[in-house]
């Protein structure tokens, strides 16, 4: 993987995701607008009593269904009230929806409906990239380009003109840089990532991160032309960090020397679960994936500590798996053990 991260891969996660797509088409989230009154913010059908975070904080969107929140309400239930604080942690925060290949459009569109009812803005991302992730723990992706483009309309046709915030193929660039992905697949790959932005870019109020790998895996200079032959310029920055667990403080340096290669380009950071910083004993080239002793990182926030960073961001979802390694289940699938552990390893 050289290092460069354990997915969340959607090829594994259940097929809960579409069905929260196609309720909140239906029913939408019964959230109020307003960040301030917490009271009116409750979902009906959040047992765990979810609520939006304030806008000042910022403006992405509770999912009050997603795995941590089933967590807590069953702690809750079972009255483990210690372990239940512990979940509430990750369940009250923002965190990426990852798309699906199947009825990406359904998906989207339940997505932000539900986020734009809450006054709030939906953070998504697509991981779907034909060869995606070099037949590791997260391969898979579309089964060809005309596959991909057809999945990347669906989603933009899904958000519409609503809200919504996409981070763009976690690794896709890197792997193009670092070897992984066979040369005879580059071509086509730029071109993917340049129509993704092309497309998504055009939606009224969709921003674009392109993934540009993170702080441990190689140096700016590698990557920032590959960066701009997928499109980067017309994407509104990129992301760094993702599903991975370098220091907030490094991923901003890497972020800053990356930025002065492209323009100036604007970063977020994934925050999820970089709390202790890397993990440093046993396979190096495991130890992105389920290393033990972590924990949450900044929580979810536009609110940083440099003019170019956007926001902290929540992409990886604390609690998923990276892949079958330490004792974990397979990629993306929910680990309750290791999201308490990661709880409680954080101050947050």
């Known amino acids: 993987m050289y290092g460069s991260r354990g997915a969340g891969a959607l090829s594994t996660r259940r097929a809960s ?6 309720a909140l088409l239906l029913a939408g989230c019964s959230s109020s607008s307003d960040g301030e009154d917490k009271d009116k913010d409750k979902d009906k059908n959040a047992g765990a009593g979810i609520t ?30 210690d372990q239940a604080a512990q979940i509430r942690k990750i369940a009250e925060q923002p965190t990426s929806e990852w798309i699906r290949p199947e009825n990406p459009e359904e998906q989207a569109r339940g997505f932000t409906e539900a986020a734009d009812e809450a006054g709030r803005t939906a953070l998504l991302v697509l991981y779907n990239i034909p060869h995606r992730d070099c037949g590791q723990y997260s391969g898979g992706g579309a089964a060809d380009g005309d596959a991909y483009r057809a999945f990347v309309d669906g989603v933009a046709k899904g958000i519409g003109d609503r809200p919504a915030t996409v981070i763009l193929e976690p690794d896709a660039v890197l792997h193009l840089v670092d070897g992984c992905t066979p040369e005879q697949f580059h071509e086509e790959r730029y ?16 921003k674009v991160y392109l993934d540009a790998g993170n702080a441990g895996w190689g140096n700016p200079d590698q990557i920032f032309e590959p960066l701009k032959w997928a499109g980067i310029d017309q994407a509104d920055g990129f992301s760094v960090n993702v599903s991975n667990f370098y220091t907030t403080e490094d991923s901003i340096a890497y972020g800053k020397q990356l930025s002065a290669k492209v323009d100036g380009k604007h970063f977020v950071i994934d925050t999820s679960r970089n709390g202790n910083g890397p993990y440093t004993e046993g396979d190096p080239g495991e130890r992105w994936c389920n290393p033990p002793g972590r924990a949450l990182g900044e929580t979810p926030t536009t609110k940083t500590a440099d003019p170019l960073v956007d926001a902290y961001l929540w992409v990886k979802r604390p609690g998923e798996s990276d892949g079958e390694c330490k004792g974990g289940p397979k990629a993306g699938e929910w680990w309750s053990d290791y999201a308490l552990k990661l709880a409680q390893g954080s101050e947050t």
Do not use: Y
């Not at 071109?191 to 009224?204: C, E, N, R, S, V």
């Open 52 to 81: 939006q975070q304030p806008k000042d904080a910022g403006p992405f969107w509770v999912n009050p269904d997603g795995n941590a929140a089933q967590q807590l309400a069953a702690l809750e239930k079972s009255d483990k009230k």
């Open 17 to 22: 995701a579409v069905a929260l797509g196609a």
């Open 191 to 206: 071109d993917l990532l340049k129509g993704a932005i092309a497309k998504l870019t055009a939606l009224k109020n969709t």
